[in-house]
């Protein structure tokens, strides 16, 4: 059985304003080297499966900057979504194309723009996945190690180990947690036994297929159809009609937190979710003042301290004597803001909606 990796990128990511953009967003964004965040994803998992085995999930808008680019993706790998209904949806129609052109396969479901390192135990960590998936028939769930009392994340909490594979564990899944207060989020991380949940997930195309069948029946008997009809011209309308029934719902509601055969790999390797503008911070090396500075453009940091700064255009960027602040600098607009305003960014985006004036700066 053939493994597959499905990269979901239909995100907007607003709160990575002004760089992010509705019609150029995160994942085409270069923050952490010369490659966007998509093409890292691609290239984390290429020793393994080769880019004809590679196919990304999104919409019809943007299919076409992806394609523009990365022209080295065929078109052919590219699912289009008729409509952006959440995870849920998404997964299960990929699974449902693989089905549909190969039978069945291992998916390899990874997020288009978060920060994995180092990569080689991020591959190793993959190849124990696929093991489990191979031996137990598992949904595979990537768990990250807390490094810190995060309540920015869902956390999953861990039973008994059940497989081992070069030292990465995996562990029954002992129950979900929603994002946590901070008093929770310190319990969480001081007790060993809570990861956090990437949102990466490896099982079988057809297994996720048959959970569906449990926890969203009516999802999974209109892509039973389309799988019977793939290649025809009746599969695109069955598909329009799936989603537009399909409930909005993520995986995680929909499915992992119901099924009773979820297990979670303990991913010991540097991740981050690169959720907001704070991501910045904790992966870029910092200066002696801990000012941390990216982007295409020219700094100069003068007395000042604990600062991120992004800068996409070609000019000079001065910072003087001000300290924690967020400074984003774009061809058409500066974000200016303090580092405790970051969970916010949505609050200033949708005031940016309000103005009429202001649509062309979204």
Not at 25 to 49: A, C, H, N, W
Not at 154 to 178: T, W
Not at 202 to 219: N, Y
Not at 295 to 305: D, K, P, R, T, V
């Amino acid at each position: 059985m053939d493994s597959y990796v499905v990269v979901l990128a239909g995100g907007k990511g607003e709160r990575f304003w002004p760089a992010s953009r509705v019609n150029f967003p995160k994942q085409v964004i270069k923050l952490f080297s010369d490659q966007t965040l998509l093409r890292e994803t691609i290239e984390r998992t290429l020793p393994q499966i080769p880019l004809s085995r590679t196919f990304i999930v999104t919409g019809e808008a943007l299919a076409s900057l992806l394609k523009e680019t990365h022209p080295d993706i065929p078109d052919e790998n590219y699912i289009i979504e008729p409509a952006g209904k959440n995870t849920a949806p998404a997964i299960c129609f990929a699974a449902a194309q693989i089905v549909a052109k190969y039978g069945d396969g291992i998916m390899f479901v990874l997020a288009s723009d978060h920060y994995i390192s180092p990569q080689k135990t991020f591959q190793q960590s993959l190849q124990a996945a696929q093991n489990v998936v191979q031996t137990m028939d598992r949904i595979v769930l990537m768990g990250i190690q807390p490094t810190r009392a995060e309540t920015g994340y869902g956390y999953i909490e861990v039973g008994e180990k059940i497989a081992e594979y070069d030292g990465i564990r995996c562990m029954d899944v002992k129950s979900f947690k929603e994002k946590p207060s901070r008093m929770k989020a310190q319990e969480f991380y001081l007790s060993g036994d809570f990861l956090w949940n990437s949102g990466n997930f490896i099982f079988r195309a057809g297994k996720i297929l048959e959970e569906a069948k449990k926890f969203l029946p009516e999802l999974a008997e209109g892509l039973e159809e389309y799988i019977e009809k793939f290649g025809t011209p009746e599969a695109d309308e069955i598909l329009r009609k799936v989603y537009d029934e399909a409930p909005s719902i993520s995986i995680d509601y929909a499915i992992m937190e119901k099924s009773t055969d979820v297990a979670v790999l303990w991913g010991a390797f540097q991740w981050d979710d690169v959720g907001s503008w704070g991501a910045l911070e904790r992966v870029l090396t910092k200066d002696r003042n801990n000012n941390v500075t990216t982007g295409s453009g020219h700094f100069l940091m003068q007395e000042s301290y604990e600062t991120t700064v992004y800068n996409d255009t070609d000019g000079l960027v001065a910072v003087f004597g001000v300290s924690d602040l967020v400074i984003v600098v774009t061809k058409d607009a500066v974000l200016v803001m303090n580092k405790t305003r970051i969970p916010n960014m949505r609050e200033l985006v949708e005031k940016i909606k309000e103005n009429p004036d202001w649509q062309k700066f979204l």
